[in-house]
């Protein structure tokens, strides 16, 4: 899969067709889009592209209330390509760009630079000069400017629609569940493993300590996990929180990984997060903190037994 960032870069690929949006979490509407512009690319013997922004335009036109992202930048690009997606076009999004009407957009990107014979968009999409472009805007501007414009969605997760906002939601609330049903897959946190205060040592429950990246975070607790490396998925339960019990000063993210003894410091990872057992809180000896762990433990093996 191509990753292009400067249209300069392009070319002329053949028949092109673009499904238009942010991506973020890659969620069940996303695949829904992506996979409408693959058929429509291989019925007319094209090329699909997915066609997003970085940053996120909230990040740009309104930082402070721009939403934490569900994934990182590299995250997103991993699922676009496993969507089967032929390529990426990735825009630079600026305050000139937002300027751009949803038909000067549509001229210039679109039709102009990168010649698509069809877009295919979210229902409830928004682009262009303060958000004006929606659905109808788009198959308005596809009739005039001369391309196909597909409309996909609503999608649903059981009663619910599906939408970034809705994910993140989902994950402020622990809502694992949803997630994974509005995601197709369970949420995860990227980031390397890192030295810790190595407490977990003391307390015959070794971690391996997570510095994610990911911005969407959910609720301190403790929850099952799976961590997974460059050679598989492993079973774990992650403490996500302040250590009230050793007055930590910052969150952590700490992995106990069953029967497992390597030096992973230093790798990439990924910390899949399957359910929470429990809110963190507060004991009186790390020997209460131990016995807690190992029903903890417990408890995980006999969901993940289930899962």
Known sequence: ??????????????????ALGNFDGVHVGHQAILQAAITRARAING???????????????????????ILTGDDKAELLRSSGIDGVIVLRFNLELSKLTPRKFAIEYIRERIGARAVVVGHNVSFGHQRAGNAATMTALGRELGFDAIVVGPVKAGEMEVSSTGVREAIAAGDLALVARMLGRRHFLSGPVIHGRERGRTIGFPTANVAPRTECIPPDGVYVTRIILADGAYPSITNIGMRPTFAEPARTFEAHIFDFNRDIYGQEVKLEIIERIRPERKFASGQELAAQIAADLQRAKEILANA
């Open 47 to 69: 090329t699909a592209f997915a066609l997003t922004f970085d940053p996120l335009p909230a990040k740009v036109l309104a930082p402070e209330r721009a939403p934490r992202l």
């Open 1 to 18: 899969m191509r990753i292009i960032r400067n249209l300069e870069e392009l070319g002329r690929p053949a028949a092109p067709v673009v």
